[in-house]
């Protein structure tokens, strides 16, 4: 008497979920890792828009104003005083430029005299807030010189003025 054998014995069976449950995990762990790469970079990517719009921002403010005040803290990027001469304000400058993410170094209101001598913004840093034990806060850190025409001679005196 001659069986017919239909379906599959538990080995193959057995063989079938296992191929199954290690395609299925090599496969979930690219999307995992692909997907943290990402959210990963587009943080980057957008520090990196953040620093590039503070620093059109305060070169825009260098090339117009006569003399401002700039201030960088921890939560935000300031213009104050900017003054179109030496005596009219130019009230469209002033004001907050950035409070979307954290900043560096700090500085205190320290004047600007763009018409004296270019202005050296060294190591300003836009960092995230994020506080993660694995990981340190990501940031983009920028040097940059801030310039226009020179029209006062730094080394000349007022003096017999």
């Known amino acids: 008497m001659k069986k017919n054998e239909e379906g599959m014995t538990l080995v193959e069976v057995l063989a079938t979920l296992t191929l199954l449950s290690i395609v299925t995990g090599i496969l979930w762990a690219t999307v995992s890792i692909a997907s943290q790469f990402n959210v990963s970079e587009t943080s980057v990517l957008r520090l990196q828009q953040e620093s590039n719009y503070i620093i059109s921002q305060l070169q825009q403010t260098h090339r117009q104003c006569y003399t401002y005040r700039l ?8 213009v104050t005083e900017c003054m179109k001469d030496k005596e009219e304000p130019l009230d469209s400058y002033n004001g907050v430029i950035s409070n979307q993410y954290h900043y560096g170094p700090n ?3 320290e004047l600007i005299n763009p018409t004296k001598a270019p202005y050296e913004l060294s190591d300003f840093t836009v960092f995230d807030s994020i506080v993660n034990s694995k990981r340190q806060p990501r940031q983009v850190v920028v040097s940059t010189i801030l310039s226009r025409y020179i029209t006062e001679d730094p080394n000349k005196t007022n003096e017999g003025s």
């Not at 201030?71 to 300031?78: F, P």
């Open 107 to 109: 500085t205190e209101e």
């Open 71 to 78: 201030t960088i803290s921890y939560d935000e990027v300031k």
